[in-house]
């Protein structure tokens, strides 16, 4: 079987574009900074940044925030894997992306147009921005991939589903190397999407957002882009490349029943379902990157389902949208990078040190000290579950030769 490996990461948030100013973020630095309200709510927003100074002006001005936002994220994860300059052959190279609502609000103003002035005052030029693949298609055509070029739209699932994707077209020998990206947007008609969701409030703001915390009533969302770049460990050694971790399997169900407890066992079997094929115990995974939010629905399936699977031996936890906010489609991939960085830098971030009253009853009782669920860990489980039914994880280890 093709070992799949992780060459490269980047990451553009409303904190950093660099890796050491994600690993700050992860670790809470600043969590009360780059707050804007946003149809009323608030959410963490990316301002003041320079894209150009990372893709260049070209075209630029036709691009909407979500394809600028994925367009740094995958150059950056190329430049870390030292591809930027020795790209692999077209034909060998794909892209994979986790993204949602990337084409909504163009979308919607493309037809307002269209409709309340007509369609010969609608600029030709944003037609391609209208789709939710745009993101995928726009940095696809930047790096010239014909391997592949694949969207992955399934809700709060996507980016890791991306991650697998991608592992997959490696393991199938239908391309070398795969750039996997996660994006997502904040604006006012997504929001709303939110709102109708249910998964946002405005009551008990100071709590909002914070995962599994009992007085949170709703997520703060988030924006921004990462990437990985994968590809087969064959291609990595060959090219002499300094591989940052490896993938091991990915695992995606669906429950279709709404009650707690059936949604509580989809997860625990999601997470049984991937210790399996990675061939991997419990015990030996070292860090969770969980997809706790802050809503207290999702929040508790999730608490729930881990103490199924871990018991007394829960490993580390962290939460990235404790620090990003919720970013959708795109948290799979910002799992990623955190576990990445957690690899390069032998530690797990300061964020899994939740305690009792953050993690409440159903994990009080099972965590370890703070100091041995963060010490050097070698084998990350990331999971995400969408507000419809969907869990999806994925095994992410240090590189072992």
Not at 214 to 235: F, T
Request: charged share 20%; glycine share 10%; net charge negative.
């Amino acid at each position: 079987m093709t070992r799949v490996v992780i060459t490269g990461a980047g990451a553009v948030s409303p904190y950093s574009t660099s890796l050491d100013g994600f690993w700050e973020a992860l670790n809470g630095g600043s969590l009360h900074k780059q707050l804007e309200l946003v149809a009323g709510y608030k959410a963490r927003k990316l301002v003041d940044w320079e894209p150009h100074s990372i893709i260049g002006k070209k075209g630029i001005q036709f691009l909407q925030p979500s394809s600028k936002f994925l367009l740094a994220a995958g150059n950056l994860a190329l430049q870390n894997a030292q591809l930027e300059e020795n790209m692999p052959l077209p034909e060998h190279l794909g892209v994979v992306v986790g993204s949602n609502f990337a084409g909504l609000t163009t979308a919607s103003n493309y037809d307002f147009s269209t409709i309340t002035e007509g369609p010969h005052l609608v600029s030709p030029m944003q037609a391609p921005n209208v789709l939710a693949n745009a993101p995928a298609s726009n940095l696809g055509i930047r790096l010239q991939a014909r391997a592949a070029n694949i969207t992955v739209g399934n809700g709060q699932c996507a980016g890791i589903d991306a991650i697998g994707h991608a592992a997959r077209l490696i393991k199938k020998n239908q391309a070398n190397c795969v750039v996997v990206g996660g994006v997502a947007e904040i604006n006012e008609r997504i929001m709303k999407i939110y709102e109708s969701l249910g998964i946002i409030s405005v009551e008990n703001e100071e709590y909002a957002g914070q995962p599994y915390h009992p007085l949170s009533k709703g997520v703060v969302p988030g924006e921004g882009a990462a990437a990985l770049v994968l590809e087969s460990y064959e291609s990595a050694v060959q090219r002499n490349a300094a591989i940052l971790g490896e993938v091991f399997d990915w695992t995606s169900l669906f429950c279709s029943e709404n009650s707690f407890e059936r949604k509580s066992l989809c997860y625990s079997k999601a997470v049984a379902n991937v210790l399996a094929k990675s061939e991997l115990t419990a015990e030996e995974i070292d860090l969770v990157f969980s997809s706790g939010n802050g809503c207290l629905k999702q929040d508790d399936v999730e608490a729930n389902a881990l103490v199924r699977n871990f018991g007394s031996k829960l490993p580390a936890v962290s939460a990235v949208k404790r620090s990003f906010g919720e970013l959708y489609g795109a948290t799979g991939v910002f799992q990623a990078v955190g576990a990445v960085e957690s690899f390069r830098r032998n530690s797990g971030p300061s964020s899994a040190g939740f305690n009792g009253e953050h993690l409440y009853g159903q994990l009080e009782n099972s965590m370890g000290s703070k100091e041995q669920r963060m010490a050097d860990p070698r084998k990350a489980l990331l999971m995400c579950q969408d507000v419809f039914g969907a869990v999806s994880g994925v095994i992410l280890s240090a590189y072992q030769e």
